[in-house]
């Protein structure tokens, strides 16, 4: 028993009554990488919350190297040794690298020129190429990590808990967030990291444990499972023919042109691109990061605007078209579901009915001088029904949701448009398996209903399991075109990298 760092016991955690997690056992053993994983809302995050002191517990316990503990705030938590690195980052963006890394432990007089130093020091012990002096908000997703994990090193932490570690992180930077973990482990630290992406839990982690709906369903070591018995564990029933199947046997023909994009520029990101959506059809579009394909559609939608002079031509329903905003946009009928939904997709403090509404408010020209609380609850509660969206009422904040459900929302607010072109960008970023089926279905239903449906993904299964047309992207264009039929995997990716 003295290798067990971290256990709980009956961990139960109410929510006005209903159980966020309930009777949940779980142990952590010195010096390894344990997965946590499970559908949104199985309560991992809570389950994790509750070790890192933001939650506490209603009842149940708690122990840290066999002692009784009860952290109530995340201060206690490192006090114990315990850090978490939230999904969102937990950064000041105003204040440089070093300042992040001892903020909480600076003495009482302080020379920065003696911060910077002892920063320099230590990231390079790490062997973490980030420049001490730089503010935080200006750094990458990957190195603000960096930044989140060296504190908690600096920190003395024991236990780090990692929250959707790698949801925006390019291949390459995973990559080295892989080596970072196995580094930590040889420190003799800890590891539990949350992660949807099932074959990132198969190849790091030495321990699996599953949750389903609040409750502790199995444990075991990583190599008794396999894709399948996770997904099993977790939704509790076989979705290996439903998730990512078989390529598809045939594919919708291509109604009416929609939209046509010619010689588009937005420097530096879009070069010269061009393409055509048509109504009836999904088309996928894939390329690398930096491959301008988020930046071409934001454009379309009125998100960002493309170069002033010998910008290109975005033609919608034959009529030429220059959204420098996206409300003009959102009136003619394209909806641009944003990959960033944390940022750009929601009011995080409004409840999931207000949302919805404010997206039905945006469709009007004038927008509204009223706002009527019996048609916001209305409209919201047949969305939320419509779409499974799983709260503990409709008055929930959208903050207080699991990520799938979160994405539900977003999705929520831009089809209750109605819109003739919906533009998805990484639909199921940092969605569970039962979510994906969910969203996917109703993209499909989305083309069959005669809507143009633009999927925007980094995740190539899912472009070949959704695709009509597939577009792929490099540096800054469309360079091939495949019908879904005849696409294979590596032909796609070798038209993205070469």
């Not at 971290?6 to 142990?27: C, H, M, Q």
């Not at 994983?37 to 316990?61: D, F, P, R």
């Not at 002079?309 to 905003?325: Q, S, T």
């Not at 970023?429 to 989305?446: F, M």
Request: charged share 25%.
């Amino acid at each position: 028993m003295n290798d067990l760092v971290l256990s709980l016991s009956k961990a139960t955690k109410l929510y006005a009554g209903v159980p966020a997690i309930e009777g949940v056992d779980f142990d952590l053993r010195r010096g390894e990488i344990h997965a946590l994983v499970g559908e949104n809302g199985a309560g991992k995050s809570t389950l994790t919350k509750v070790m890192a002191g933001v939650v506490t517990l209603t009842s149940g316990g708690m122990t840290v190297d066999g002692v009784d503990v009860t952290p109530r705030t995340p201060l206690e938590a490192r006090n114990l040794g315990i850090a978490m690195v939230f999904q969102e980052n937990s950064l000041v963006p105003t204040m440089t690298v070093a300042q992040n890394l001892f903020l909480g432990q600076e003495k009482f007089y302080n020379r920065l020129r003696g911060i910077y130093i002892a920063a320099q020091q230590f990231l390079q012990s790490l062997n973490f190429d980030v420049t001490p002096t730089a503010t935080v908000g200006g750094l990458g997703a990957a190195k603000k990590q960096m930044v989140e994990i060296a504190r908690a090193v600096l920190h003395k932490a024991k236990v780090i808990i990692f929250d959707e570690p790698t949801a925006t992180l390019t291949p390459e930077e995973k990559k080295y967030f892989f080596d970072l973990v196995k580094d930590l482990k040889k420190r003799g630290v800890s590891i539990i990291f949350i992660s949807h992406a099932l074959e990132e839990a198969l190849l790091l982690a030495d321990r699996i444990t599953v949750l389903r709906d609040g409750k502790h369903v199995v444990t075991d070591d990583a190599s008794r499972f396999d894709r399948a018995s996770i997904v099993q564990a977790m939704v509790g029933r076989d979705l290996s023919n439903t998730l990512y199947g078989a390529r598809k046997p045939t594919v919708r023909p291509s109604g009416k042109r929609v939209l046509t994009v010619q010689n588009l520029k937005m420097a530096p990101m879009v070069k010269n691109n061009s393409l055509s959506v048509f109504a009836g059809q999904i088309t996928g579009v894939f390329g690398l990061v930096g491959a301008g394909r988020t930046e071409t559609f934001k454009i379309v939608a009125g998100v960002m605007k493309r170069d002033f002079f010998h910008g290109g031509e975005v033609i919608l329903e034959d009529k030429p078209v220059r959204y420098r905003v996206p409300a003009p946009a959102v009136q003619a009928g394209i909806a641009y579901v944003t990959e960033d939904r944390k940022v750009e997709g929601f009011f995080e403090t409004a409840s999931i009915a207000r949302n919805i509404y404010l997206g039905l408010l945006a469709k009007f020209p004038k927008g509204r001088t009223w706002l009527s609380r019996r048609e916001s609850t209305s409209t919201g509660k047949s969305w939320i029904e419509r779409l499974k969206v799983r709260a503990i009422g409709d008055e929930a904040k959208v903050v207080e949701l699991s990520g799938g459900n979160q994405q539900k929302v977003v999705i929520a607010k831009s089809l209750i448009q109605d819109p003739e072109l919906i533009i998805f960008d990484e639909p199921t970023r940092g969605v569970d398996v039962g979510a994906i089926v969910e969203i996917h279905e109703l993209i499909n239903s989305l083309a069959d209903k005669g809507k143009a449906v633009v999927v925007i993904s980094s995740y190539l299964p899912e472009i070949m399991a959704l695709s009509d047309r597939i577009l792929v992207c490099r540096q800054g264009k469309v360079v091939e075109e495949f019908s879904a039929l005849e696409a294979t995997e590596e032909a796609i990716m070798y038209a993205a990298i070469h």
